[in-house]
């Protein structure tokens, strides 16, 4: 009998051992873990803030609309008032109801898009949420996958007949019209020193998705990163994210960095990139 408490004394202790240093080693991969993700520059954490000022302003201008840029707020006003061109932009989690209440003073009650940081405490009365979009980065140096099927082809746009080809699939993927689309691009595509790259997707031969890379500094933002419905779970949108990665890292960039949608974030997540925030978007007048 008293072998047996023994016994089972020794097991008791024996246990709270091991979790004691189960829960030691837990915190200790937590701790790494979050210091990982913080190795990241200031820089580099805003840079998709930055970013998206940039791209949607370069293309609100394209097509002629009002653009102002703003510390506390940011938006775009299109000449003919559709939805889709009409943007306010709210990038900061402490935004007031004042930035909100003057942004939108603009559109005078006409439909626009309301972009907001995802920890701004504020309420959009007769607004309609769409999606939550997350902020992501990648250093570089530790993209995770770097190939691709070979049925699947990825390359540069490079002819007139290229960019026809890329902005028909990007129009029939997002429903908006085809001269618009063309027109917003255009002067991406025209003028090199804005430093975009387009990229076309094949399936098999058929062209059947989208990317685009934009060149600032030592970063590159990608958006229209996009597969025909028809063509999807193949892959395709993997590969057209890893070949612009690889591009920019032959010319020396340091950052990529991409607004992810739901669908999106565990397909960049297992690249490599590194969740820095996000923002919800609404439908609002």
Do not use: C
């Given at each position: 009998m008293m072998f047996r408490k023994k016994l089972l004394l020794s097991l008791f202790f024996a246990s709270l051992f091991v979790a004691h240093t189960w829960s030691a080693n837990e915190k200790a991969s937590s701790t790494k873990a979050h210091a990982i993700e913080n190795v990241l520059p200031t820089q580099a954490i805003d840079w998709p803030k930055q970013s998206f000022k940039y791209f949607w302003g370069r293309l609100g201008l394209s097509h002629g609309a009002?653009?102002?840029?703003?510390?506390?707020?940011?938006?775009?006003?299109?000449?003919?008032?559709?939805?889709?061109?009409?943007?306010?932009?709210?990038?900061?989690?402490?935004?007031?109801?004042?930035?909100?209440?003057?942004?939108?003073?603009?559109?005078?009650?006409?439909?626009?898009?309301?972009?907001?940081?995802?920890?701004?405490?504020?309420?959009?009365?007769?607004?309609?949420?769409?999606?939550?979009?997350?902020?992501?980065?990648?250093?570089?140096?530790?993209?995770?996958?770097?190939?691709?099927?070979?049925?699947?082809?990825?390359?540069?746009?490079?002819?007139?007949?290229?960019?026809?080809?890329?902005?028909?699939?990007?129009?029939?993927?997002?429903?908006?019209?085809?001269?618009?689309?063309?027109?917003?691009?255009?002067?991406?595509?025209?003028?090199?020193?804005?430093?975009?790259?387009?990229?076309?997707?094949?399936?098999?031969?058929?062209?059947?998705?989208?990317?685009?890379?934009?060149?600032?500094?030592?970063?590159?933002?990608?958006?229209?990163?996009?597969?025909q419905k028809e063509f999807r779970m193949n892959g395709l949108g993997t590969a057209l994210t890893i070949k612009p990665i690889r591009d920019a890292e032959c010319r020396g960039q340091k950052y990529i960095v991409l607004h992810a949608s739901k669908l999106g974030v565990n397909v960049y997540k297992k690249l490599g990139f590194r969740d820095v925030g996000g923002y919800d978007v609404y439908f609002a007048r």
């Open positions: 009002e653009v102002k840029g703003g510390e506390r707020y940011f938006w775009i006003k299109s000449p003919t008032n559709k939805q889709y061109l009409n943007y306010l932009y709210l990038p900061h989690a402490d935004s007031k109801d004042r930035d909100f209440k003057e942004g939108r003073s603009v559109f005078k009650g006409k439909p626009y898009l309301l972009y907001v940081d995802e920890g701004a405490k504020l309420k959009f009365a007769g607004s309609r949420f769409y999606e939550n979009f997350r902020e992501m980065v990648l250093p570089i140096n530790s993209l995770k996958i770097r190939t691709y099927k070979p049925n699947l082809e990825v390359r540069e746009a490079t002819t007139k007949k290229d960019f026809a080809l890329w902005v028909r699939l990007a129009s029939e993927r997002t429903r908006v019209p085809l001269k618009l689309v063309r027109a917003m691009y255009k002067d991406f595509w025209e003028n090199k020193d804005l430093g975009a790259r387009f990229y076309l997707g094949y399936l098999s031969g058929l062209p059947a998705g989208t990317s685009l890379a934009v060149y600032e500094g030592d970063y590159v933002s990608m958006y229209y990163i996009g597969v």
